[in-house]
């Protein structure tokens, strides 16, 4: 009995080892934010002001695979908000208007990477993008 005792809590000890999430959906914590467009003339030489970027997508990767694993529009406001996340590495990401003229498509990411600990609710700071 004692030795059916032991096996069982070194199985149960295996299966809580063994589940470690990864970077997801399932869990209780939540990245959320606000994209603002600081607006300019067409050669991004006079700022016109800013305003919160509504109905824009904000994307966001799970651990360190390529792609992006889900995708949320932002409110009138501006806001975003991405819940039920597990502990891990996440990249968040939208899309701006290039104002160096760098890019050939005219379009480059604006990206921010964060670390999400076990039931963390944070609060990213602004992206800023261009339109």
Do not use: W
């Amino acid at each position: 009995m004692k030795h059916l005792t032991i096996n069982c809590l070194f199985f149960a000890f295996l299966i809580a080892v063994g589940c470690k999430k990864n970077p997801g959906v399932g869990g209780n914590g939540e990245l959320s934010g606000k994209v603002i467009v600081r607006k300019y003339n067409a050669t991004f030489t006079t700022f016109l002001g800013s305003y919160p970027s509504a109905d824009h997508y904000v994307y966001i990767k799970y651990g360190e695979h390529d792609g992006y694993d889900n995708r949320i529009k932002t409110d009138y406001n501006g806001n975003y908000r991405f819940q039920f996340l597990y502990p891990g590495k996440y990249e968040l990401f939208t899309y701006s208007l290039d104002s160096t003229g760098k890019s050939l498509s005219g379009i480059v990411p604006v990206k921010t990477d964060v670390t999400l600990k076990r039931n963390q609710k944070l609060v990213l700071s602004e992206m800023q993008i261009h339109e």
